[in-house]
């Protein structure tokens, strides 16, 4: 078990509901998978730095987890095949800054 | 030690005295992609990483920032250039 956190931008053709819908997907693919969820963070609706698919705003989420690498890779596959997931990124953070 | 604005003519080729590293200053370990404010100041208004020479970070810091930056240029979180 590795700590990983990964980020999800979710394109905004769909509504915020559905947008949320497909993160809390997200993180049930995560716990199907034996992965341990420890924080998660929902950003909502951010201009996007420059245009992706003819759009300029999307959803953001974070989850921060704990799983086994096959777990992640599940989670990635997964996510490639959504059609509301547009990008995302994974990555371990070695030490955290915690702001308070 | 002299103030640096009254050097002798003699000193002005020779280099100057590093900054210091702003992370390394505060401290800071991890560089995280997700915290724009820590990465803003770093890019200039063309929206490209800053030189080491301007902004004084060290080699290690550096190194981390591109990473960091370029994640959230990834995630769209800043953008690639402006124009």
Redesign the interface.
């Known amino acids: 078990m590795r700590r990983y956190e990964i980020m999800v931008l979710m394109t905004d053709r769909i509504d915020e509901e559905a947008a949320l819908a497909a993160f809390e997907k997200a993180k049930k693919i995560l716990s199907d998978q034996g992965g341990n969820l420890l924080e998660e963070a929902w950003w909502g609706k951010r201009k996007l730095g420059y245009e992706i698919d003819k759009r300029d705003h999307g959803f953001y989420g974070v989850l921060d987890f704990e799983a086994t690498s096959d777990a992640v890779n599940e989670l990635e596959r997964q996510l490639k095949i959504s059609d509301d997931v547009t990008r995302f990124k994974t990555v371990r953070p070695e030490i955290r800054v915690r702001t308070a | 030690m002299p103030p640096r604005s009254a050097a002798k003519p003699k000193d002005r080729n020779r280099p100057r005295k590093p900054k210091p590293c702003p992370f390394c200053t505060q401290g ?3 560089i ?4 724009l404010s820590t990465l803003k100041p770093f890019l200039n208004e063309r929206a490209k990483i800053k030189a080491r020479r301007t902004s004084g970070v060290c080699a290690k810091d550096q190194k981390m920032l591109a990473a960091a930056v370029k ?10 250039t402006t124009r």
């Open positions: 800071i370990e991890y995280d992609y997700k915290d994640n959230a240029r990834e995630m769209a979180l800043i953008p690639y």
